[in-house]
C-alpha cells in the first residue's frame, strides 16, 4: 500500500477516534458459534478495535492488525482504560506476511484482500471459526462508496470460502441494519484440514 494510503487511513482514524456503537451486530450475534474454551483471536485490518475490544471481553487472546498507527494506538488506549489484554501488529496484509497462528477465531470485516482467504484457511485451529462481512456491488444503489473495486460480486463470498477449504456454516447477502448490502459468512475449517 502506498505511504499516501496510510496515512489516510491515520487521519480518517485520528479524525473519527474509536466508537463502540460501529461494533457490528452481525459479528457480535455470531458469540455462540466461537470456540470454547477460548483461545486466540485475530482482528484482521480491524482499525481502532471494535471487534477487538469485543473478542477480548468475550475471553480471547485477541491480536489486532491494521495498516493505520493511529488506529492501533487508539485501540491499545481504548482497551487499556476497559482492563483487558489486546496486542497489536502494525502491517500491511497486502505485502507482509500474514500474522502465524493457529487462530481459534479470524475476524474481518469492510476489508477486502481476495489472496487471504488462502491464509485464513492456513491458520485457523482445527477448531477455529472465521467470520467474514464485506459489501457486494448491489451496495452501490445506495451508496458511492465503497467503490467497486472493494466489492464483492453476487455470490462470490461463498466461492472464495469453500475455494480456500473452509466449510460454511452460515452464509447470507441481504441490507444490513445500517443500510448497506453486505455478505456475511462463518466458516469452520474443512473436515480433511482437520486431519492435517
Known amino acids: 500500500m502506498l505511504d499516501r494510503d496510510r496515512d489516510k487511513w491515520d487521519a480518517i482514524h485520528r479524525e473519527r477516534g474509536y466508537s ?4 457490528s451486530d ?3 450475534a455470531c458469540e455462540a458459534l466461537l470456540p470454547r474454551p477460548q483461545g486466540s483471536a485475530l482482528d ?5 478495535g471494535r471487534h477487538s475490544l469485543w473478542l477480548a471481553r468475550c475471553g480471547f487472546d485477541v491480536t489486532l492488525t491494521d495498516i493505520s498507527q493511529v488506529a492501533l494506538q487508539i485501540a491499545s488506549a481504548e482497551a487499556r482504560e476497559r482492563n483487558v489484554t489486546l496486542t497489536t501488529i502494525h502491517t500491511d496484509l497486502e505485502e507482509d506476511p500474514f500474522p502465524t497462528g493457529p ?3 479470524i475476524v474481518c470485516t469492510n476489508y477486502l484482500h481476495r489472496p487471504l482467504f488462502a491464509s485464513f484457511a492456513e491458520t485457523l485451529s482445527p477448531r477455529g471459526v472465521l467470520i467474514f462481512a464485506q459489501p457486494t456491488r448491489r451496495n452501490l444503489e445506495r451508496h458511492p462508496r465503497p467503490s467497486a473495486r472493494f466489492l464483492l460480486e453476487e455470490g462470490e463470498l461463498s466461492e472464495l470460502v469453500i475455494q480456500s477449504g473452509l466449510d460454511i456454516v452460515l452464509a447470507e447477502e441481504k441490507w444490513s441494519p445500517d443500510g448497506r448490502h453486505e455478505a456475511f459468512v462463518i466458516a469452520k475449517r474443512g473436515a480433511s484440514q482437520n486431519r492435517d
Request: net charge neutral; aromatic share 6%; hydrophobic share 55%.
Open 26 to 28: 452481525r459479528v457480535v
Open 20 to 23: 463502540a456503537s460501529s461494533l
Open 44 to 48: 484482521v485490518a480491524g482499525g481502532t
Open 103 to 105: 487462530w481459534d477465531v
